[in-house]
């Protein structure tokens, strides 16, 4: 078992930013891919980033140069650092963990942490 348990969403003015965390509780990620989705209201999932468990990253199209995946293995942690947010970056987002980057084959998810982009 891998839970997942993400943090760090919240209400932010457009052009701010929120640093999201998925932290895996009394396990380690040292051979998982990490990857963060969102999930907007009356729209799909859809991925945002992942991080690879040798650290190779990818990111959606919509978010690079925005958003930046890092990983700190001490703590068992995959962080998402968003800055310059906008209204639509508005949606519920997870983490889960796989075998790698390429898609598929999520074993375990988090919650989900809300993240409000509004003035």
């Known amino acids: 078992q891998l839970p997942l348990v993400e943090s760090g969403g919240g209400l932010v003015q457009p052009g701010g930013s929120l640093r999201l965390s998925c932290v895996a509780s009394g396990s380690t990620l040292d051979y998982y891919a990490i990857t963060w989705f969102r999930q907007a209201p009356g729209k799909e999932r859809e991925v945002v980033s992942c991080?690879?468990?040798?650290?190779?990253?990818k990111y959606a199209d919509s978010v690079k140069g925005r958003f930046t995946i890092s990983g700190d293995n001490a703590e068992n942690t995959v962080y998402l650092q968003m800055n310059s947010l906008k209204a639509e970056d508005t949606a519920i987002y997870s983490c889960?963990?796989?075998?790698?980057?390429?898609?598929?084959?999520?074993?375990?998810w988090g919650q989900g942490t809300q993240v409000t982009v509004s003035s």
């Open positions: 991080i690879s468990a040798s650290g190779a990253t």
């Open positions: 889960a963990a796989s075998g790698t980057c390429r898609g598929g084959g999520y074993d375990y």
